[in-house]
Structures are given as structure tokens and as C-alpha cells.
């Protein structure tokens, strides 16, 4: 690429399409760039390398047109396809086109006649966005304005949105004379229908004021108030609007497992006395090993069965936390005197559900640690026990080997004597029938002088064979 290059970069996510601006040639496609210089100067690339560098670009803030109304509507998308939300995407008037690879980026904006819509799909839930111009009857200076009455969207469309509703906000945006925070101020007390409410002077120039009543209202809506400055850029107008709608949408998302929490102490109240009780079993041996450890194995899995069905909620509830946290800190909210802002309103009011929430994550940690410990003591209990017994059988053997080594060496003695008794005899009867053929001996005389050498050979030979067995064995 020849020339030199204005700042002006064009990007259009939904088509991952690129464009320079060269003040000459008018604009070179960022795609034919990249695939000529990486393919010359690079290796090829990772799988994940594209996709990865322009998720930092996946969401970007919106361009807001002073006065405007947003209309935003979150639902929880479980069970709730692309594909379906395409199918209610379509029934926008111009949309009926649109696929569902448009889609597979999680995030789309369409503009269409009058309004613009963005979809954004997250893992939970679904958001989507209208920002429309705010007709001057809903503007600051009237009292109790329904906001809905103006909305350009096609009869019905809202309601028919897939999913379950868990966030709807209408925001109204429009320019003031913050110099007068306090006459803006009371402006917007009527403009909410005298309602208590919260406001911040938003920005570290103090560029905008918003004020909420965090009220659910019978259309299902809350409200919001935005008064920027007259210098106001609309790309600020629309990152204030962005961060004032994921403080409320986090904020709901982590109170999300606040309801699961109070459902859960009970059961962890019962299963922590109940683990009191195995212990002092245990201490006591009031009952048996047995007993013992398949009620404590039903424990563990009790246990453990809620921490792997409530663990992600627990984790989702810090993290969502953790965002709220973040993005109030990003608003660098300016106090007015006499109204709480909206930083001291979440600390007051998400605070006390959150910790509740944390340290019932805690304690079911520490429970399915103490239970652990406990299955431990016992089994160390129980090994200890089948080691005295192995003992005492061991003992036994040998005492019973003991036993037989005596009878054997009994059982021995008798045979070297019944052996011998044999062999004696068989020599008498030998020196009989010498005397008998004439021999000059006499058979009992000899039989008897031959007695001790026939008992030690007999010994001998005994014991040979003994030694033998006992070498090979």
C-alpha cells in the first residue's frame, strides 16, 4: 500500500469488514490488505487469531442522538435458539432476509426506519436495545410521561420476544444545563411522578446527570433519566446509556442466586446439625462403623450433589457482582447534596444480598471440608480396627503353627521309634536264620549292640528328609 493514510477506520462488525481511508483513492478493503501482507510477510495464521482480536470490538457503544428514548429488554435465553430469535428478528419490516449466520457473532444492529435495534445475545440471557428519537411530550418538564405510547416498534413485537423477561428499562436521554443540577433536579422528581429517587452527576467533568427510581412499574418497566450537557458527543451519550444498563442488568444477574441461597440454608442447617451428631457418635462409639459411615456417605453426597448443581450460580453471583462494582466505579459519580447516589444506593441495597450469597458458598465449602474431615477420622477408625483384628488373627496362626510344629516333632519322635522298632526286628530275624545256617552268633546279643547305631541312622535320615523339605519350601 502506497500513500498516506487518514485516522478515518470504518468497521462494520456484523461482516467483519474493513476500510481506510486513503484522501485519494477513496477506501481499500481491509480484507484484500490483510490477506496480501500476511500472506507476504507472515505465517499463517491461528485459528483463533481473528476471531480473538476483534472480540475486542464485539460490542461497541452505540452513536446517540440527543433527545432519544432506549427501550431495553432482557430475557433469559435458555432454551432459546439463534434460530429463534432470528425467526423474530425477520418480523422487523425490512428483515425478512436476515439469516441466522448474521447472528453467529452474538451481536447485531439494525438500522431501521425511525429507530435502531441491537440484539446481543450472552451466555444467559439476550438483550436487545431500541433507540428512537424522545418526542418532545416525554421530554424534562412533564410530569409522569408514558413513554410507551411513542415506541415505532410494530404492534406486538415486544411481547413476542423469545425468552423470559428479567430486565426491561426505558431510558429517556436529553440535553440540560447541568450548571442548574439542583432545578434539574426537581424537574426530574416530577418527571418520575414524585417518586424518591437516585441521581449522579456522571463523569469526572460532571458532562451528565442521571436519576432513576430503580421502581418496577405495572408495564413491567423501570425508569431512567439522562441529562447530558449541550457538548455532549453522542458517542458519550452512548457509553453513559451502556454503562447505567449493565449496572441494572448485572445487578439483576446477581441477585440471581439470592433465591437459591435462602432455599439452600435450610438444608445446610439440617446436614451441618446432623454431621454434629455422627461426630459425637463418633467420639462416643455410640454406634456402629458401619452405621456410621453410610450415614456420613449419604452426607457427602448430599453435599455434594448442591455444590455441583448451585456452584456456577455462586461463581455467576461474584463475577456479575464484580461487574456492577466495576462498571459504577467507570460512571465517576459526583454526589448531590441530599440525594443518594447510585454507587451508595447498590452498596446499601446489593451489598447485604450478595454477601449473603458468598457466604453461603463459604459455608458450603466448609461444610463438604468438615464432612471430609469426618469420613477421614472414621475411615482412620475403621483401619485402625481391622489392624487389631488382623493382629489378633495373626496372633492366632501363630500360635496354632505353633501347635503343629510340637505335634510334629511328636508325630517325629514316634516314627523314629516305630521306624526303628521295625528295623530292629528285621535284623533279629536276619541273625536268626544266620544261627540257623550255622553261623556262630548269637541273634539277640547282636540285635541289641545294633540297637543304638539303627536309632541314630533312623534320627538322621529323619531329619535329612526334614531339612530338605523345609530348604525347598
Request: proline share 4%.
Given at each position: 500500500m502506497r500513500g498516506h493514510f487518514s485516522e478515518v477506520l470504518t468497521r462494520n462488525v456484523f461482516l467483519g469488514t474493513f476500510k481506510i481511508s486513503t484522501g485519494n483513492t477513496g477506501y481499500i478493503d481491509m480484507h484484500t490488505m490483510i490477506d496480501t501482507d500476511l500472506t507476504d510477510w507472515l505465517p499463517d495464521n491461528d485459528p483463533q487469531r481473528v476471531m480473538l482480536h476483534n472480540e475486542v470490538h464485539a460490542r461497541p457503544s452505540q452513536r446517540i442522538r440527543l433527545p432519544a428514548l432506549i427501550i431495553y429488554v432482557v430475557v433469559i435465553n435458555e432454551g432459546i435458539t439463534r434460530e429463534q430469535e432470528c425467526v423474530h428478528l425477520q418480523r422487523l419490516p425490512g428483515q425478512n432476509m436476515l439469516m441466522p449466520e448474521q447472528l453467529q457473532n452474538n451481536f447485531l444492529r439494525l438500522r431501521l426506519q425511525g429507530y435502531t435495534l441491537r440484539w446481543e445475545r450472552h451466555t444467559e440471557f439476550t438483550r436487545y436495545s431500541l433507540v428512537q428519537h424522545l418526542p418532545e411530550a416525554a421530554q424534562l418538564g412533564a410530569t409522569d410521561?408514558?413513554?410507551?405510547?411513542?415506541?415505532?416498534?410494530?404492534?406486538?413485537?415486544?411481547?413476542?420476544?423469545?425468552?423470559?423477561?428479567?430486565?426491561?428499562?426505558?431510558?429517556?436521554?436529553?440535553?440540560?444545563?447541568?450548571?442548574?443540577?439542583?432545578?434539574?433536579?426537581?424537574?426530574?422528581r416530577k418527571w418520575f411522578g414524585g417518586n424518591p429517587v437516585v441521581a449522579s452527576l456522571i463523569g469526572r467533568?460532571?458532562?451528565?446527570?442521571?436519576?432513576?427510581?430503580?421502581?418496577?412499574?405495572?408495564?413491567?418497566?423501570?425508569?431512567?433519566?439522562?441529562?447530558?450537557?449541550?457538548?455532549?458527543?453522542?458517542?458519550?451519550?452512548?457509553?453513559?446509556?451502556?454503562?447505567?444498563?449493565?449496572?441494572?442488568?448485572?445487578?439483576l444477574m446477581a441477585l440471581r442466586g439470592l433465591p437459591l441461597t435462602k432455599r439452600l440454608i435450610p438444608e445446610l442447617t439440617r446436614a451441618e446439625r446432623q454431621l454434629a451428631e455422627i461426630t459425637a457418635h463418633l467420639e462416643n462409639k455410640a454406634a456402629s462403623d458401619q452405621e456410621l459411615l453410610d450415614t456420613l456417605t449419604a452426607?457427602?453426597?448430599?453435599?455434594?450433589?448442591?455444590?455441583?448443581?448451585?456452584?456456577?450460580?455462586?461463581?455467576?453471583?461474584?463475577?456479575?457482582?464484580?461487574?456492577?462494582?466495576?462498571?459504577?466505579?467507570?460512571?465517576?459519580?459526583?454526589?448531590?447534596?441530599?440525594?443518594?447516589?447510585?454507587?451508595e444506593f447498590m452498596q446499601r441495597r446489593l451489598s447485604p444480598a450478595i454477601a449473603t450469597v458468598e457466604a453461603t458458598a463459604q459455608r458450603m465449602g466448609y461444610l463438604s471440608a468438615r464432612v471430609s474431615r469426618a469420613s477421614a477420622l472414621l475411615r482412620t477408625r475403621v483401619d485402625i480396627l481391622a489392624e487389631t483384628q488382623n493382629q489378633q488373627l495373626l496372633e492366632k496362626l501363630t500360635r496354632g503353627q505353633e501347635l503343629q510344629l510340637r505335634l510334629q516333632s511328636t508325630v517325629e519322635g514316634l516314627s523314629i521309634a516305630a521306624i526303628s522298632y521295625y528295623v530292629i526286628s528285621l535284623l533279629l530275624y536276619g541273625a536268626k536264620a544266620a544261627k540257623a545256617a550255622g553261623l556262630p552268633i548269637h541273634p539277640e546279643l547282636v540285635t541289641g549292640a545294633m540297637i543304638p547305631v539303627v536309632l541314630w541312622v533312623v534320627w538322621r535320615t529323619v531329619r535329612r528328609i526334614h531339612d530338605k523339605f523345609f530348604k525347598s519350601h
Amino acid at each position: 500500500m502506497r500513500g498516506h493514510f487518514s485516522e478515518v477506520l470504518t468497521r462494520n462488525v456484523f461482516l467483519g469488514t474493513f476500510k481506510i481511508s486513503t484522501g485519494n483513492t477513496g477506501y481499500i478493503d481491509m480484507h484484500t490488505m490483510i490477506d496480501t501482507d500476511l500472506t507476504d510477510w507472515l505465517p499463517d495464521n491461528d485459528p483463533q487469531r481473528v476471531m480473538l482480536h476483534n472480540e475486542v470490538h464485539a460490542r461497541p457503544s452505540q452513536r446517540i442522538r440527543l433527545p432519544a428514548l432506549i427501550i431495553y429488554v432482557v430475557v433469559i435465553n435458555e432454551g432459546i435458539t439463534r434460530e429463534q430469535e432470528c425467526v423474530h428478528l425477520q418480523r422487523l419490516p425490512g428483515q425478512n432476509m436476515l439469516m441466522p449466520e448474521q447472528l453467529q457473532n452474538n451481536f447485531l444492529r439494525l438500522r431501521l426506519q425511525g429507530y435502531t435495534l441491537r440484539w446481543e445475545r450472552h451466555t444467559e440471557f439476550t438483550r436487545y436495545s431500541l433507540v428512537q428519537h424522545l418526542p418532545e411530550a416525554a421530554q424534562l418538564g412533564a410530569t409522569d410521561p408514558e413513554l410507551l405510547a411513542y415506541l415505532t416498534l410494530p404492534p406486538g413485537w415486544l411481547a413476542d420476544i423469545p425468552g423470559r423477561t428479567f430486565a426491561a428499562i426505558k431510558v429517556a436521554m436529553m440535553q440540560g444545563d447541568l450548571s442548574q443540577a439542583d432545578a434539574l433536579l426537581v424537574q426530574a422528581r416530577k418527571w418520575f411522578g414524585g417518586n424518591p429517587v437516585v441521581a449522579s452527576l456522571i463523569g469526572r467533568e460532571s458532562h451528565s446527570l442521571a436519576v432513576t427510581d430503580f421502581m418496577l412499574r405495572p408495564s413491567g418497566f423501570e425508569r431512567m433519566l439522562v441529562m447530558m450537557s449541550a457538548n455532549a458527543s453522542e458517542t458519550r451519550a452512548g457509553r453513559v446509556s451502556q454503562r447505567l444498563l449493565e449496572i441494572e442488568t448485572y445487578r439483576l444477574m446477581a441477585l440471581r442466586g439470592l433465591p437459591l441461597t435462602k432455599r439452600l440454608i435450610p438444608e445446610l442447617t439440617r446436614a451441618e446439625r446432623q454431621l454434629a451428631e455422627i461426630t459425637a457418635h463418633l467420639e462416643n462409639k455410640a454406634a456402629s462403623d458401619q452405621e456410621l459411615l453410610d450415614t456420613l456417605t449419604a452426607l457427602a453426597a448430599r453435599i455434594e450433589r448442591a455444590t455441583v448443581e448451585h456452584g456456577f450460580r455462586f461463581s455467576a453471583t461474584q463475577a456479575y457482582n464484580r461487574l456492577v462494582m466495576q462498571r459504577i466505579n467507570e460512571l465517576h459519580e459526583k454526589a448531590i447534596p441530599g440525594t443518594q447516589n447510585i454507587g451508595e444506593f447498590m452498596q446499601r441495597r446489593l451489598s447485604p444480598a450478595i454477601a449473603t450469597v458468598e457466604a453461603t458458598a463459604q459455608r458450603m465449602g466448609y461444610l463438604s471440608a468438615r464432612v471430609s474431615r469426618a469420613s477421614a477420622l472414621l475411615r482412620t477408625r475403621v483401619d485402625i480396627l481391622a489392624e487389631t483384628q488382623n493382629q489378633q488373627l495373626l496372633e492366632k496362626l501363630t500360635r496354632g503353627q505353633e501347635l503343629q510344629l510340637r505335634l510334629q516333632s511328636t508325630v517325629e519322635g514316634l516314627s523314629i521309634a516305630a521306624i526303628s522298632y521295625y528295623v530292629i526286628s528285621l535284623l533279629l530275624y536276619g541273625a536268626k536264620a544266620a544261627k540257623a545256617a550255622g553261623l556262630p552268633i548269637h541273634p539277640e546279643l547282636v540285635t541289641g549292640a545294633m540297637i543304638p547305631v539303627v536309632l541314630w541312622v533312623v534320627w538322621r535320615t529323619v531329619r535329612r528328609i526334614h531339612d530338605k523339605f523345609f530348604k525347598s519350601h
